[in-house]
Each structure stands twice: as C-alpha cells, then as structure tokens.
C-alpha cells in the first residue's frame, strides 16, 4: 500500500532561517506529489504539485520542491522564512492505480517561525 | 470563482445518530472527494465521485456513504455515528481532466463533526 513518511513533526525556526521539511514516499509507479500547507484556522492549501517533467518545482509564497525519484523523496524548501509561514504542511501523493484523486497525505509537520 | 463550500461547518451528535454533510465544488470541477483529520490519524480519504459514481475508496466501515447528484454536488452520510467519529470531514474538489495526467484538489474549509 502507498504510504508517505514526513520526517519531522514539529519544527521551530527564526524568521530569515532556511526551511527544509523532508517527505518520503513508497510507491515505485508514476506518482503526483504535492503539498499542501493548513494555516491557523484556514482550509488546506496547495503550494505546489508534480506531475511530470522538470523534478524541481516552484510554488506559491517563495516554496520550492525537488523531486528525486531514486530517493522516493520530495523536499520542501524554503530559503527565508517568515512569520507568516507558521502553519501545518502536509505532503501527499497520488497515483495512476490507486486513483489520481485519491490523495495519500503525510502525518504533516507543524512549523514555528518566531520573529 | 467561488471555492468549494461545505455546510454545516459544525455538528453536534449524539452515539447512534447520523449525520449527513454536504459539499458543494466548484463550478465545472467534476469530481468531488471526502477526507477525514483527526489528530490521531491525520487526514485519510474516504471516497471519491465523478458523475454520479463512486470511482475509489478508502478503508471506512460501510457506516461511511456518499453520493453524487447530476450538478457534482455531493452529500456524505455516516450512520449510526460513534466516538471516534468525531473528526473533521473534508471535501474536495478538481476538474477530472482524466487518467493522463495529475488532478489539482481544492479543498473546502471543512464540516467539524463532535459525537458525543
């Protein structure tokens, strides 16, 4: 069964710091990745997806993600947070034989950005 | 464009009683799907319409049912609702472009559910 493994579950950083929230996948078909970000009492978001083509992938708000499919990773990074980044980010993936709309999410890690 | 609206965005019930919610997506996305998020589970897919039909499935007891209307509109019924139930409920939106290619979800702001 697909399943998604995000590494750290809380993270506290300073604003200007640099962000990297780690998301393994298992599943060795093509997959669809993404992530989404929960701000304080706000619906699920989506920063930035991958379906194909060019592995490293820009989002909104200054987010990028590389995708490296001989790790079955998809990183987040951010290279300067800020307060306003204080949020819950959660990476999925979807996938051709388990449905392309059926989202396998991460346990999500929840970021602290102090001023 | 209006995003994808859910009602209502709370609940209150009692063990044994059902609950139906609704979602509402956005206006030309053909498939809508349910999740749940739980603290202890984290967010876990329910199910999937598009046109009418249900297209996938997660891992919930038969109590969990939904269905699809012609305008993509869709409910979801959890019968007989218990403690653990208590959850909030998800719906989520995309086009449905097809099998080729990936599907963007956009996500409603959620029905928060308490069984007490």
């Known amino acids: 069964a697909q399943s998604v493994s995000q590494h750290n579950h809380h993270v506290i950083l300073s604003e200007a710091a640099s962000l990297e929230l780690g998301c393994n996948y298992s599943?060795?078909?093509?997959?669809?990745l993404f992530w989404y970000v929960q701000y304080p009492g706000q619906h699920l978001q989506l920063l930035l997806k991958y379906f194909s083509g060019d592995p490293l992938v820009k989002g909104i708000k200054g987010f990028e993600a590389e995708f490296i499919k001989s790790k079955f990773s998809f990183n987040l990074r951010k290279p300067s947070v800020q307060w306003s980044d204080t949020a819950e980010y959660f990476c999925?993936?979807?996938?051709?034989?388990?449905?392309?709309?059926?989202?396998?999410f991460g346990a999500g890690t929840r970021l602290a950005v102090h001023p | 464009k209006a995003g994808v609206t859910q009602t209502p965005r709370y609940l209150i019930k009692t063990r044994g009683q059902q609950v139906t919610l609704s979602c509402s997506p956005i206006s030309g996305h053909r498939s809508v799907s349910w999740y749940q998020q739980t603290p202890g589970q984290g967010l876990q897919f329910l199910f999937e319409?598009?046109?009418?039909?249900?297209?996938n499935k997660g891992n919930f007891p038969g109590r969990f049912s939904g269905r699809q209307f012609s305008n993509s509109r869709s409910e979801m019924n959890v019968s007989t609702l218990e403690l653990g139930d208590s959850a909030l409920y998800l719906c989520?939106?995309?086009?449905?472009?097809?099998?080729?290619?990936?599907?963007?979800?956009?996500f409603g702001p959620g029905t928060r559910l308490t069984v007490l």
């Open positions: 319409y598009f046109s009418e039909t249900q297209r």
């Open positions: 599943y060795g078909g093509t997959v669809n």
């Open positions: 999925a993936v979807s996938s051709f034989s388990g449905g392309y709309n059926k989202l396998i």
């Open positions: 989520a939106s995309s086009l449905a472009l097809g099998t080729s290619g990936g599907d963007e979800q956009f």
